[in-house]
C-alpha cells in the first residue's frame, strides 16, 4: 500500500517534511544492534515487569502501557534510553539501570511474542478519531498516523515505528500530551515528528485518536 495520499501537506511542503522525519527514523533505527534474545529466558525476567504491565504483556492500569505484542526493536531503544537518562521515569529509569543487554533482548523478545488483549474503542468519539488516523488534518498539515502505524496499527519495526493497535487510551493521551510538551525527547527523528504533529491536536481530537487506537485490532 502506498500512504502518501494520506500524508496532507502545507504549501505543498508538508510531504517533504514528513519525508524528511522518515529518513531520519529510519537512520537512527539502521544505527542501532542489539543482542539476539531469548523469550524463553524473557519469561523468568519478566516477573518483576508483571506488577505493572502484566504476567504477559497487558496491563491492568490503563495509565501503564501494555507491552504485548510491540516490536522488540522499539521495546529495547525505550530500554536503552531509560537506562541512558535520555528518557526518565522514576521506576522505569532505576529498573533499566540494572538491565545488561542480553536482559534487554531476552524481555523485548518475551513481550513481542505476546498477544495483546483486544479492547474497545469509545463510540463517542471514534468518528473523529478514524478521520485524523485514516487522513490527518489537512488544514494545519497534521499527517495520517496510518501513514507509520499502518492501517491496523501494527507499526513498522524497519523504520521504529510502534504499534498502536490495542494501546490503552490514557496512556496513548499521556504520551501525546508529553511530546507536545517537549518532555519526552528520545525517539531521535521520529520524536520530531510527533512533537510537530502532537503540538497540533487539541485535547480532545488527542482523547479521539487514542481511543480509536485502542480498539484497533
Not at 495509565?63 to 536503552?80: D, F, N, T, V
Amino acid at each position: 500500500m502506498v500512504y502518501k495520499d494520506f500524508l496532507p501537506s502545507r504549501d505543498g511542503s508538508g510531504n517533504s517534511l514528513f519525508s524528511l522525519f522518515c529518513m531520519l527514523a529510519l537512520l537512527a533505527a539502521s544505527g542501532e544492534s542489539v543482542a539476539q534474545g531469548s523469550a524463553s529466558a524473557g519469561q523468568s525476567k519478566a516477573a518483576v515487569c508483571a506488577a505493572c504491565h502484566g504476567a504477559d504483556g497487558n496491563s491492568i492500569n490503563p495509565m501503564w502501557p501494555s507491552l504485548a505484542g510491540q516490536h522488540a526493536e522499539y521495546l529495547s531503544r525505550q530500554l536503552i534510553a531509560f537506562k541512558a537518562g535520555d528518557r526518565e521515569d522514576v521506576l522505569m529509569s532505576s529498573f533499566a539501570a540494572a538491565l545488561s543487554d542480553q536482559d534487554i533482548a531476552d524481555l523485548t523478545a518475551y513481550f513481542e511474542a505476546q498477544a495483546m488483549a483486544p479492547k474497545g474503542a469509545d463510540p463517542e468519539v471514534v468518528a473523529v478519531g478514524e478521520q485524523l488516523y485514516k487522513a490527518g488534518a489537512a488544514d494545519r498539515g497534521v499527517p495520517a498516523c496510518i501513514a507509520c502505524h499502518g492501517p491496523s496499527g501494527k507499526g513498522n519495526p524497519l523504520a521504529g515505528y510502534p504499534a498502536v493497535s490495542g494501546q490503552h487510551a490514557t496512556y496513548i493521551v499521556n504520551t501525546l500530551k508529553a511530546y507536545a510538551a517537549g518532555t519526552r525527547r528520545s525517539d531521535a527523528g521520529s520524536n520530531l515528528m510527533m512533537r510537530e504533529i502532537a503540538s497540533q491536536l487539541s485535547e480532545a481530537e488527542m482523547q479521539a485518536v487514542a481511543s480509536y487506537m485502542q480498539g484497533l485490532r
